[in-house]
């Protein structure tokens, strides 16, 4: 079985660039032994304009047969079947395991000769000439074209001659783009191929859950076809595809989240408007040239004060984001340990980067952790904490999934202190710059007036045995109040959550 890999260039960017993608030399012919048997890359043409790689894979179909341990004995042709059947020509799990094999630093985007190639996307043609489809030529447009690929899959005849006999269940596959990564590409390859034979070559086990998530980062969560991908990819083992659907649909979150994750950040670097719109407020009612600290930093100051009060040794930020609080805490020893918690995985890598996680020393380590978590559900590694901190987080959830935190946070977790921000909506007419009507940020699901926001939280307190105390951020307006408003909630009864 053999695939070939094209790319177009110009003399400023070459096509030969291929292989330093692929880490294979083009003036080179290479073998490489794999699980299935010897895999041959080779180039049958590379120069400036056009370069493409070939990849073939001859299987040894004795060493497999030898490997599958009489599976499949019961049927009355299972010893013939063994020896006569399509692996070593159609595209299949064998194939995708020899070029996650071969090309494994290209499928990871790796190139230390030119870490510059492997983010840009360029043209590319993959053609496959027998590709097993089970599903026909409509399932592998139904796959491909919505990661961005044009498809041409051709139905392979049985027999040429005899065309009455109908088509085969194979295709010839070429699939072109121009706007997708090398890496990218490959990904695609490695869990379709086995997705579209409906079979792999070797039992599969809980840990391939890992690989798919890793080779479909970024495009499976939101594929129209993820459950049918998901299903055949591991074999139709219901266990299996039920864990990995889970997975998927956090990952789904933390990437919707991704796509405003100013946003999930406590709405602190986001609104760089909203900040310099309430300095230019504070500084025409005072007078005063000197320029107010931005809201942003108000509102982590409020916090570290409460959270001080409340005599909080042991703290979580919930949707911590890209770290500020958490940084923020890190400075004071009194916080011995700090948690910051968030949905979104692209966040909590920004906030390791932006506490300097692998270079911080051994006793300062020891007092932050960051969690992956979803606070819509319960949690119980979020228990016996001191405090707690929403910090412009609930304006980020649609009104019906209000409930799942509250309980994730008030009636399972239950710290002795809960400090929740959000805006005021009120305020927001105080603003040239906001359209009247208009929420701060695009990813706001609502904003609460503080006679609501007092309504909820008031509610939340008697439910779950907690007292609850109102405090200003930011200027207080005597009309319109503060531009944030926090809730301080202490907890005063043991007791399970009420129910609601």
């Not at 063994?82 to 020899?98: F, G, I, K």
């Not at 027998?130 to 599903?135: D, I, N, V």
Request: glycine residues 6%; contains cysteine; hydrophobic residues 40%.
């Amino acid at each position: 079985m053999f695939l070939t890999i094209s790319t177009t260039g110009t003399p400023e960017h070459p096509a030969t660039d291929l292989g330093y993608l692929l880490h294979k030399h083009p003036d080179k012919a290479q073998a490489f032994s794999t699980s299935s048997g010897t895999a041959h890359v080779l180039y049958p043409e590379a120069d400036v304009r056009r370069c493409t790689a070939a990849l073939m894979l001859e299987v040894d179909a004795v060493a497999l047969v030898r490997k599958s341990k009489g599976k499949g004995r019961g049927a009355p042709d299972a010893a013939l079947a063994q020896y006569v059947n399509d692996r070593p020509y159609a595209a299949s799990s064998l194939l995708a395991v020899a070029l996650s094999s071969v090309f494994s630093s290209a499928m990871k985007g790796v190139c230390h000769a030119r870490p510059e190639l492997p983010g840009q996307a360029r043209p590319l043609r993959v053609e496959v000439p027998a590709l097993p489809a089970r599903g026909g030529p409509d399932l592998v447009r139904r796959l491909f074209e919505p990661l961005g690929w044009e498809v041409t899959a051709d139905p392979v005849p049985l027999d040429t001659e005899f065309p009455e006999w109908g088509a085969s269940r194979y295709a010839r596959l070429a699939l072109d783009s121009t706007a997708l990564t090398l890496a990218e590409a490959l990904r695609h390859l490695y869990v379709l191929f086995p997705v579209l034979d409906d079979a792999k070559h070797y039992w599969v086990a809980p840990d391939e859950i890992d690989k798919l998530l890793r080779a479909g980062e970024g495009w499976l969560p939101g594929h129209p076809e993820q459950r049918l991908i998901t299903h055949r990819y591991l074999s139709r083992r219901r266990s299996l595809t039920r864990q990995a659907t889970e997975r998927l649909e956090l990952v789904r979150l933390a990437e919707a989240d991704d796509s405003e994750v100013e946003a999930i950040d406590n709405a602190v670097e986001a609104i760089d408007g909203e900040a310099e719109a309430i300095d230019n407020a504070v500084e025409a009612e005072t007078g005063t040239e000197d320029k107010p600290a931005p809201l942003a930093v108000q509102r982590r100051d409020a916090i570290l004060a409460a959270l001080k009060r409340s005599g909080a040794a042991r703290v979580l930020d919930l949707g911590c984001g890209q770290g500020q609080l958490v940084q923020a805490l890190l400075k004071d020893p009194a916080f011995t340990e700090i948690v910051g918690v968030d949905v979104s995985m692209r966040a909590l890598t920004i906030a390791s980067r932006r506490l300097k996680l692998d270079r911080m020393g051994e006793r300062q380590a020891s007092r932050v952790t960051l969690l992956q978590g979803s606070l819509a559900y319960t949690d119980r590694r979020l228990k016996g904490y001191d405090a707690a901190v929403l910090s412009e987080v609930v304006e980020h959830l649609d009104l019906p999934r209000l409930p799942a935190l509250e309980y994730a946070v008030f009636g399972s977790a239950r710290p002795r202190t809960v400090l929740v921000t959000t805006p005021n909506v009120e305020y927001n007419v105080r603003w040239e710059s906001l359209p009247a009507g208009h929420v701060r940020h695009g990813d706001h699901r609502f904003e609460w007036t503080r006679a609501e926001f007092r309504t909820w939280a008031g509610a939340v307190a008697e439910r779950h045995g907690y007292t609850v105390a109102f405090e200003p951020v930011g200027p207080d307006d005597p009309e319109v109040g503060p531009p944030t408003q926090m809730a301080v909630f202490t907890l005063t009864s043991p007791k399970e959550a009420k129910a609601a």
